[in-house]
Nanobody, 122 residues
C-alpha cells in the first residue's frame, strides 16, 4: 500500500482559497488513481474529486465543480486540491485516498491519509 500525508489545511475567510497537498510514499504512486473526500461533523464522508493515474481524466461532485481543481505531479508523488470561492459549508476534515481506479465510492480506496482540517469562517 501507499502511505499518504495531507497538508495545507487551515482557517480561511469565505471567498478565500486554499491548496491542499497529499504526499505519497511507498509503492509506485503512478499506479494509483487518487481522490479527495471530506467529512464534516455529524455527516458522512463525501466524495469531492478524483483523478486517474496520468492526470488527464478528472471527476468532480456537483457541489465543487468550478470551484475545486484536482491535479497531480507524479514526479513529486503528490496530488493537490485547489479550492477557490470557499464557503462556510466547506468546513470539514479533508482526506486524500489512493485506489486502483477513479471512483466516487470510498470503499474502492484502500489507502487513506490522516486528514487535514479546513475551516471557512463567514
Amino acid at each position: 500500500q501507499v502511505q499518504l500525508v495531507e497538508s495545507g489545511g487551515g482557517l480561511v475567510q469565505a471567498g478565500g482559497s486554499l491548496r491542499l497537498s497529499c504526499a505519497a510514499s511507498g509503492r509506485s504512486f503512478v499506479s494509483y488513481a487518487m481522490a479527495w473526500f471530506r467529512q464534516a461533523p455529524g455527516k458522512d464522508r463525501e466524495f469531492l474529486a478524483a483523478i486517474n493515474w496520468s492526470g488527464d481524466s478528472t471527476y468532480y461532485t456537483d457541489s465543487v465543480k468550478g470551484r475545486f481543481t484536482i491535479s497531480r505531479d507524479n514526479a513529486k508523488n503528490t496530488v493537490y486540491l485547489q479550492m477557490n470561492s470557499l464557503k462556510p459549508g466547506d468546513t470539514a476534515v479533508y482526506y486524500c485516498a489512493a485506489g486502483p481506479k477513479p471512483s466516487g465510492y470510498s470503499d474502492e480506496f484502500g489507502s487513506w491519509g490522516q486528514g487535514t482540517q479546513v475551516t471557512v469562517s463567514s
